[in-house]
């Protein structure tokens, strides 16, 4: 029964998938035009400031960088400084590849439902229960709406999830740690993301409390993410061939971050309400807000067991990793739903394991009655 109750949420995941594409065929079919693009990006805010009178979105900007970088080989500082040029790089291999922005993002969104799974198999060891935190993602409405915009949080959350995934297998295998930072290197040369070094911390903590042995390892692992966020900006050395001046960039892109609004605690609103404050202090709705990310959050935050550490450590460690996420999404972001999507899937999964722990619980309960009761 459990068989078949897997290939069922399977067939249904891939049908409703299927049916996605088919109802959003203009996305992943429409051709990109750079013409078109590049003199949106041209009259754009990026461009003419405050005089603009035609705004361009995160996805038009992206798109157009991509194009910019894979077609025209163009300096990665010239268009979207603010981020790395992994992710943009990605978007313009989909122009040459699919001659559409989009396509690529229907790969992403499988790969992330698959490193859900085999993480959801490290904790459950079972393929079923695995499976349910992959159902659930897969119905989320935001994640929906990013299949077919050209962003980068797909990408970012596939290779933050599968470096995840790759850093837990590591400790029975330290080899697979060079594995696991190679896509936390994509993931740090995809998106701006410098909590990554707190999570490093975290990640060293981790490794000298159980495999100190093997620090050594892991250290030499770790430098493929300075070295991949290196490669990834090859072309800025083209342009400028300076040290220096890369690092002047870096201070450019961090000084820009640290401009824009910072908007502390409006994560919980958006989650408990719907509701948040945009960068120009307006409550707005969060249209892809359902009861669902109230309740997934409060069970995957709130678990207290005192062997806890003897009895899973992998969730010990998700929660760690979750709690350092969350506390940059509290405290230095500014409160959008989608930057919620990187942890989103091991909310899923520790939010499972809380309500298995529950319902084991109380049959425990009920057990010990019917025993004193006999």
């Known amino acids: 029964m459990k068989k078949i109750l897997f290939w069922f949420i399977i067939g249904f995941i891939l049908i409703r998938t299927a049916v996605f594409i088919f109802l959003n065929q203009l996305s992943f079919t429409r051709p990109f035009f750079p013409e078109y693009s590049s003199r949106l990006y041209s009259q754009s805010q990026y461009v003419l400031g405050n005089g603009s009178k035609r705004a361009i979105g995160d996805d038009g900007v992206y798109s157009y960088a991509g194009y910019y970088l894979v077609f025209q080989k163009g300096d990665v500082s010239a268009v979207n400084f603010e981020h790395p040029p992994l992710g943009k790089y990605l978007i313009g291999v989909s122009i040459a590849l699919f001659h559409n922005e989009n396509v690529t993002n229907l790969f992403y969104y499988a790969g992330i439902l698959i490193f859900t799974f085999l993480l959801g198999k490290i904790v459950f060891r079972d393929q079923l229960l695995a499976m349910i935190p992959v159902f659930?993602?897969?119905?989320?409405?935001?994640?929906?709406?990013?299949?077919?915009?050209?962003?980068?949080?797909?990408?970012?959350?596939?290779?933050?999830?599968?470096?995840?995934?790759?850093?837990?297998?590591?400790?029975?295998?330290?080899?697979?740690?060079?594995?696991?930072?190679?896509?936390?290197?994509?993931?740090?040369?995809?998106?701006?993301?410098?909590?990554?070094?707190?999570?490093?911390?975290?990640?060293?903590?981790?490794?000298?409390?159980?495999?100190?042995?093997?620090?050594?390892?892991?250290?030499?692992?770790?430098?493929?993410?300075?070295?991949?966020?290196?490669?990834?900006?090859?072309?800025?050395?083209?342009?400028?061939?300076?040290?220096?001046?890369?690092?002047?960039?870096?201070?450019?892109?961090?000084?820009?971050?640290?401009?824009?609004?910072?908007?502390?605690?409006?994560?919980?609103?958006?989650?408990?309400?719907?509701?948040?404050?945009?960068?120009?202090?307006?409550?707005?709705?969060?249209?892809?807000?359902?009861?669902?990310?109230?309740?997934?959050?409060?069970?995957?935050?709130?678990?207290?067991?005192?062997?806890?550490?003897?009895?899973?450590?992998?969730?010990?460690?998700?929660?760690?990793?979750?709690?350092?996420?969350?506390?940059?999404?509290?405290?230095?972001?500014?409160?959008?739903?989608k930057y919620l999507m990187p942890i989103y899937p091991l909310m899923l999964i520790l939010a499972l394991s809380t309500i298995l722990l529950i319902i084991r619980s109380i049959m425990s309960s009920n057990k010990v009655k019917r025993t004193k009761t006999l």
């Open 136 to 337: 659930f993602f897969s119905m989320d409405p935001l994640v929906n709406n990013h299949l077919t915009l050209s962003l980068l949080d797909l990408p970012f959350t596939l290779f933050f999830l599968a470096g995840t995934y790759f850093f837990i297998r590591g400790f029975t295998k330290n080899k697979i740690w060079f594995l696991s930072f190679f896509f936390w290197g994509i993931a740090f040369a995809t998106k701006f993301f410098p909590f990554f070094v707190v999570l490093y911390l975290f990640f060293f903590l981790c490794v000298f409390v159980r495999a100190r042995r093997h620090l050594i390892v892991f250290v030499g692992a770790s430098l493929l993410v300075p070295i991949i966020y290196l490669i990834a900006h090859t072309t800025f050395f083209f342009y400028h061939p300076s040290l220096i001046e890369f690092l002047r960039h870096k201070k450019w892109m961090i000084d820009w971050w640290m401009g824009s609004p910072i908007i502390r605690g409006n994560i919980i609103r958006n989650i408990f309400t719907g509701w948040y404050y945009d960068s120009v202090d307006n409550l707005v709705r969060n249209e892809y807000w359902s009861i669902l990310l109230p309740i997934v959050t409060v069970l995957a935050l709130f678990r207290f067991r005192k062997d806890l550490y003897r009895k899973n450590r992998v969730i010990l460690f998700l929660y760690g990793e979750m709690g350092i996420y969350m506390a940059y999404l509290i405290l230095f972001n500014n409160g959008i739903q």
